[in-house]
C-alpha cells in the first residue's frame, strides 16, 4: 500500500520518501526502490534506542522534510513520530488505520501488539487532523477503543496497481492447484483451510499451495504430515507480489479463511486477476469482495469444505465469480483512490493538541531530542 500509494503521489509531481522500520538488519538504512527513497530507522525496543532515532532522524531530517507527514499504520513507535516530525517541521499530520495494529476479534496479536504500543498511540492520536481506516469494520473497532469522536475517522481503501495485472503469465505448476496467500499467524485460519482441504481432497485432484511464512509454519506442516497430506500440499514460503500475482493468475480458486480481518489486499488482487474467491465471514473481508465470493461461516471446517466442493463442480459459478470479480476490483485501482488521498491530504489543517504525556513516552520524547 506504501509503495504504491508513494509511486502514484511521485507520478503527479509530489516528492515522496517513505519512513520505515529496518526490520531487518541486513536491509541498508538508505535504498531506491522503484524511483522511490526508503529511509529506514533502526526499531527501538527500549529508551537507549530512542537515542539512535533522533540521530537517525536528524541525519536525514533535510531530505525527509516534508508538508504532511502520514502515518500508516499505528503501530509503535509511528504515533510518536508522526506527531515529533509534524511539530519538528510545522507539517500536517494525518493517519491511516490498517489491521493488526488495534484490538480486533479473534486476533490475539492484535492485542499484544496494542499493549506494548499504546503509549506512543494514544497521546498523540488527537493530535492528527485527519485520520482514516482501511475499511468501515477497522472504523468501528477503532471507534470502540474510545479515543475520539467517530466523526474524525473516514473510510478509505486499500489500493492496487491495475496496470500491472494485464501482463502477468500463470504461475508454472504441473497440476491445478488451490492457493493460500497469507501470513502463516494463527488469525489467518490457514489451519482451517488445511482440515477443509483433507476432506476436500478425498474426492477431488488439486493441489493445496501455501505461499507465505511466519510462526505457526511449523506447526501447519506437523498438521499437513498428520493428515497424511505431504503429497498434496505444497509449502512455497514467502514470495515476491511478482509471484504471487502469478500464482493469483493460475489458481483454480484460492481461499481466505481468516479468523479475523481488517479488509484483505490479497481480495482485490485475486479479483483483478481473474481468480474466484471463497472466504470466511470475517472482519472487513466482505468491504474487500461484496457478491463477488463464496461465504462460510468464520471457523466452520465442513462450511468450507462446503464451498470448496461447489466451487470445483460448477464451472459456471466461477467463471462468473472470475468476471464480476474483475469488474469490482477497478473500484480499487490507485488511479482511482490516489484522488481520495490527495484531497484527505488537502483537508488536513495544523493541529497541535497532545495533551498530557506519561512519564515513559515524556521520556521517549526527551531522548529523541
Known amino acids: 500500500m506504501v509503495a504504491e500509494l508513494g509511486f502514484y503521489l511521485k507520478a503527479r509531481g509530489h516528492k515522496v520518501s517513505i519512513l520505515t522500520k529496518r526490520y531487518n538488519p541486513s536491509l541498508p538504512e538508505k535504498q531506491k526502490i522503484n524511483g522511490l527513497t526508503v529511509y529506514r530507522f533502526p526499531n527501538p525496543k527500549n529508551l537507549s534506542d530512542y537515542r539512535q532515532l533522533g ?166 506442516k506437523l498438521l499437513v504430515k498428520n493428515l497424511n497430506l505431504h503429497k498434496r500440499v505444497f509449502f512455497l514460503g514467502d514470495v515476491s507480489l511478482g509471484i504471487s500475482r502469478k500464482l493469483l493468475r493460475g489458481a483454480f480458486f484460492t481461499v481466505v479463511p481468516s479468523r479475523s480481518e481488517g479488509g484483505g489486499l490479497v481480495n482485490i488482487e485475486a479479483q483483478a486477476l481473474g481468480c474466484p474467491v471463497i472466504a470466511s465471514r470475517s472482519g472487513g473481508i466482505r468491504e474487500y469482495l461484496n457478491h463477488n465470493s463464496l461465504y462460510f461461516e468464520n471457523g466452520n471446517v465442513s462450511g468450507l469444505r462446503s464451498k470448496m466442493i461447489q466451487m470445483a463442480e460448477n464451472e459456471g459459478l466461477r467463471l462468473k465469480l472470475s468476471k464480476t470479480g474483475k469488474d469490482f476490483a477497478l473500484r480499487f485501482c490507485w488511479k482511482e483512490l490516489i484522488k481520495e488521498y490527495l484531497s484527505f491530504y488537502q483537508k488536513a489543517s495544523k493541529i497541535r493538541e497532545s495533551g498530557d504525556f506519561p512519564k515513559l513516552t515524556q521520556k521517549m520524547l526527551e531522548y529523541l531530542e
Open 55 to 220: 540521530d537517525f532522524l536528524n541525519k536525514h531530517q533535510t531530505n525527509l522534510r516534508a508538508d504532511v507527514v502520514h502515518v500508516v499504520g499505528l503501530r509503535r513507535p509511528l504515533p510518536l513520530l508522526g506527531w515529533y516530525l509534524s511539530t519538528k517541521w510545522d507539517a500536517k499530520l494525518v493517519g491511516t488505520i490498517c489491521g493488526g495494529e488495534i484490538p480486533l476479534p479473534k486476533d490475539h496479536e492484535s492485542f499484544k501488539v496494542w499493549k506494548s504500543g499504546k503509549h506512543t498511540v494514544q497521546p498523540f492520536v488527537k493530535s492528527f487532523s485527519n485520520l482514516s481506516a482501511c475499511s468501515m469494520f477497522l472504523k468501528k473497532q477503532f471507534n470502540a477503543i474510545g479515543l475520539l469522536n467517530s466523526k474524525k475517522v473516514v473510510v478509505i481503501y486499500a489500493g492496487i496497481d491495475c496496470t500491472k495485472h494485464n501482463l502477468v503469465n500463470t504461475f508454472a505448476w504441473p497440476r491445478r492447484y488451490i492457493l493460500s496467500l497469507r501470513r502463516l499467524v494463527h488469525s489467518k485460519g490457514v489451519d482451517i483451510l488445511i482440515k477443509a482441504y483433507a476432506k476436500y481432497a478425498l474426492s477431488h485432484k488439486e493441489d493445496l499451495l501455501i505461499a507465505g511464512d511466519g510462526p505457526e509454519k511449523k506447526k501447519l
